[in-house]
């Protein structure tokens, strides 16, 4: 869900994109996928936003809509992984639910038939 408050307060305070990116330390395009709601906001990013602006948090911020997902990748040859953030809409998890079920009733309807 494209951010719409933060969008007209920056642009209201003459600012780019591509500074509140550097003052996130980000860039320009990832901070872009944000502000259109790709990816989620935290609240510390939120928070920096308004200090920079001089607005308050409250008059800015817009409740997510996706659920965001943090997995651990442990590719061969990193010790440490890397953590990433996913943001999947909250309309394909659910599909993906009721598609487990589907799945776990077809096993248990198997299991009995042996």
């Not at 494209?2 to 994109?17: N, S």
């Not at 990193?78 to 953030?85: A, E, F, H, R």
């Not at 394909?92 to 248990?108: D, F, G, P, T, V």
Request: hydrophobic letters at 35%.
């Amino acid at each position: 869900m494209e951010k719409k408050k933060l969008i007209q307060a920056r642009k209201q305070k003459g600012f780019t994109q591509k500074d509140i990116a550097e003052i996130l330390c980000m860039g320009m395009s990832n901070y872009s996928r944000k502000e259109k709601g790709i990816l989620s906001m935290r609240n510390e990013e939120w928070e920096k936003i308004a200090e920079f602006l001089g607005v308050p948090v409250e008059e800015m911020h817009e409740q997510e809509e996706a659920q965001i997902i943090i997995c651990k990748d442990q590719a061969v040859g990193i010790i440490n992984g890397t953590n990433n953030v996913y943001t999947i809409p909250e309309h394909i998890l659910e599909s993906q639910r009721k598609y487990i079920k589907m799945l776990e009733a077809e096993n248990e309807e198997l299991k009995r038939k042996k």
